[in-house]
Structure formats: C-alpha cells, structure tokens
C-alpha cells in the first residue's frame, strides 16, 4: 500500500492510499525536505537536523545538524545503500555514503570554470545548487542544477564535472533526467528546456505554457513522456505584492506542448505550488501553501484533499 508524506511547518502528516483522513506522524518538529528511498523516508528540519523513518518503524534522529550552511536541495540515489545530497547555499555538494551520519563536501565544485561568476538576483547575490537529480543510467553520478550557474554532470558523486549548459537559460529550478539517460528536462526562470543530448545542446520549448517562471518538473512513472510543471507569471519578489499568478500544466509529449490543468484546482495560485509528485499509480499530489491537492486521472480533474494544513513544504510517496 502506497503512502502520501506531508512535510510542514508542523510536522509530517501521512495520508494512506485509498483512505481519506490525513494523520499526524510523531517525529521531527516541522519538515523543509522530505526523500523516499525503498525502505526509508529522511526528512530535514529548518535548522538542519536530520531525520529518518525506516519501513514504519517511527522516527529517529540521525544528525543534530549535518551542515552549517543553509540548504537548498536534499536528494538521496536509492541504488546506494546511505547515499545522500544536499545543495546548499553558497553554491556546494555534500554528500553521505552512510546515511547522513558523516558529510563530505565536494569541493572540487568550486574549480567549476566560471563558478565565480555564478549569482542569484537578490543581494548579495549568492547562487546555490537549488537541484539534485541522480544519473539513472550510472550509480554514483549525479546532476546538479545551480540558481543562477546553470546544469552540471558528476559521473563519481561529486569528484569532477562537467558542464551542459549549451542553450540553456542558467537560473535553473530542476533539472530531471529521463529513464533513458539521453533526455534531460530544466525547469528555469525563462520556462521550460529539453535536452535530446545528454544535456550537451537545450531547446527552450514554451508551447501552451503563458507562464514562464516554472520552478517543478516531475514525470508520471509509468508514462516517462508525461511532465508536470509549475509556473508562475514573474519572479518571486512580484509574489509579495500581488501573489504568484501560477497554475499547472501537463505535456505528453515530453514538453513539446502544455496544457493548463484548471477542473478542481483555483483559478489561479496566489500562494505558489511548493511541491509536486506522483505515485506508481500516476495519482498525482499537489501542494500550496496550507492546501493539499489530488488527481487521479493525470490532472484532468483535482480534489481538494484539505485546506487547513499547516504550511506545506514537501511531499513524497513510497
């Protein structure tokens, strides 16, 4: 049985498949990140504290604070047993070979060509890796994508890298291999990019999406060509003022084309969707601000799953 986990402000709430009541799981405190593998589920607080639930088995804390840095993306490589990533800010790889007891900085990041260049808009314009994504056709390598740096491959989990940023706008959200190794997606703050390469050469593909700061990308398990995204009209520092304008879209073709998904959902996000997933079944989970929300025919149509959460950060499936 499949299982929905809700990371918040609050805590972690689990809603299981095929039930109706949301449930609150004694654990961390409140959740900023939320990674699945087959058997355990980590979680990471706000002040870095690592957490993990193995099988259902309850919580347990692994490492009071990991890093010092703040961090920006959490992944882990199920293929490798205690495998884990954060992307923190300035723009840095760790990495775990256990778990996240103990942390290794990759520092060769720093050798990157042009790493001295790379920015974020608001000051003082510091970049982070905003995105991990591991290689799915080698274990141990690894994709990172930097805000504002651009895509970077690592075929030894951080030792070396190398650049595919050909075409590709450098304020980068996510960055997603394909099952097939060859195709990679970037979502950035110019919309939507594909590579057919490896990542070596990017097309900006905009077809039916009116939105272009997208900042998700996830596709369906069992149908590798259906993407979601999440876009909002401008940048973040507009948010404030008149809410997000955002909305989400779905593409079959491996983003080709968009389609706004509207049947069940607002007519427009004022607080912007903060996480996407989809399950094995292609019921997929999507969450804004306090609201929770759910389809389960490829987004055709939503439910409002619940209004009342408590600020929604992340979310997984296992």
């Not at 905009?206 to 939105?211: D, F, N, V």
């Not at 607002?266 to 969450?287: C, E, H, I, K, W």
Request: proline share 7%.
């Amino acid at each position: 049985m499949s299982e929905l986990l809700i990371g918040t402000d609050s805590g972690i709430f689990r809603l299981d498949n095929g039930k109706q009541d949301i449930q609150r799981e004694a654990g961390p405190p409140e959740v900023t990140f939320l990674v699945s593998t087959q058997t355990k589920v980590f979680a990471l607080t706000r002040e870095n504290a690592l957490w993990v639930r193995i099988d259902n088995n309850g919580w347990q804390l692994v490492n009071e604070r990991p890093v010092s840095e703040e961090v920006w993306a959490f992944a882990a490589d199920a293929r490798m047993d205690g495998r884990l990533y954060f992307g923190v800010s300035p723009a840095l790889l760790y990495r775990s070979d256990n778990g996240g007891k103990n942390w290794t900085a990759c520092e060769s990041m720093l050798r990157i060509p042009g790493y001295d260049t790379w920015t974020f808009p608001p000051p003082p314009h510091i970049p982070h890796v905003r995105s991990i994504a591991p290689d799915p056709q080698v274990v141990g390598a690894v994709y990172v994508g930097v805000e504002e740096g651009g895509v970077y491959h690592s075929p030894d989990g951080g030792e070396t890298w190398e650049s595919l940023n050909q075409g590709l706008y450098w304020d980068v959200h996510v960055v997603n291999p394909a099952t097939d190794g060859v195709r990679l997606y970037a979502v950035t703050g110019a919309g939507f990019h594909r590579s057919d390469d490896g990542g070596h050469h990017w097309r900006r593909l905009m077809a039916g999406l009116e939105r272009r700061y997208t900042t998700l990308c996830v596709a369906a398990p069992e149908q590798p060509e259906r993407l979601y995204t999440a876009a909002a009209a401008s940048p973040p520092p507009a948010w404030v003022r008149g809410g997000a304008n955002a909305a989400l879209y779905r593409s079959d073709d491996g983003g080709e084309h968009w389609v706004r998904l509207e049947h069940g959902l607002p007519p427009q996000f004022d607080v912007m969707v903060r996480s996407l997933t989809v399950d094995a079944n292609g019921v997929v989970y999507a969450a804004a601000g306090r609201e929770l929300f759910a389809s389960a025919d490829g987004g055709d149509n939503w439910q409002l799953l619940a209004g009342d959460l408590p600020n929604v950060r992340a979310l997984t499936v296992r």
